[in-house]
């Protein structure tokens, strides 16, 4: 028997891609507006949009996650949200000067507590749920469509690149900030930064599982990620200098994402048609 996705982890990936739903609302439609709408005031707004996108991609990853049947097509969501989540509240420990708690707008002082609320909860919930399904019976389906030898290296070269510098914006914002392509915050650099590692973790997971059918949802939401990324530059030129090498290889390497994203996915669907 191949071990079943749990209905309680379907469920809580489901909330939590309302969540990341909202988040995204937030940050990325109400980039310039989160001294009211979210739980910390951003600037500049494109660091807002920057994040706004990355919650509405992991959106697909969650919601995705949720229709699968089976464990092995869905784990590669579970290791990135845990770790992210777990991130992201120390980070937000760390700087809990710059939360909206002494707001006078309920609906700023309800983001900021909610905020805190949300990623109080999920840790533990999910790593509970997580323990509960690696327990439950069941087996592995057979690999599918394996990944070519030739993609490993690449997609291990972007997770390794992507855990460096979100280790380093988390470790000391103050100095990688300075090869970032637009100025942050300490805050909001670790706040990058967890993203950051949450993706390498997803990638390092990629290579983990080894099928094109396995890591689909990853390859989705990536895809997403780099196209809002792109929005998100488009919609704030002003803020980046376009002649800034800085800016050329984070443009580089998101095309780099995508072109991998892009491949996986067309090979997970080419496969699941001819498995119909």
Known sequence: MIKPLIAPLRFLLVVAGVLV????????IFAEQTDRWFAWTIKPPLTAAFLGGAYWSSMFLEFLAAREAFWAHARVATSAVLTFTVLTLGVSILHLDRFHFGSQDPVT??????????YAAVPPLLATL???QWRTPGADPSLEAPLPAW??????LQAAALFTAGAMMLVAPQVFTVLWPWQLTPLT???IGAWLIGLS?????????GDFTRVR???ISSTVFVILQVIALARYPAEVAWNDPRLWVYAAFLASILAV???AWRAASAHRRQAV
């Open 217 to 219: 949802i990853v390859q």
């Open 109 to 118: 002082l309800t983001a900021t507590w909610a905020w805190f609320v949300v």
């Open 189 to 191: 650099a670790r706040a």
């Open 130 to 132: 997580l323990v509960i």
């Open 261 to 263: 994203s892009l491949y």
């Open 151 to 156: 993609l490993w290296p690449i997609i291990g």
């Open 201 to 209: 973790v997803a990638a390092a997971h990629v290579l983990r599982e």
């Open 21 to 28: 739903l909202i988040s995204g609302v937030q940050l990325f």
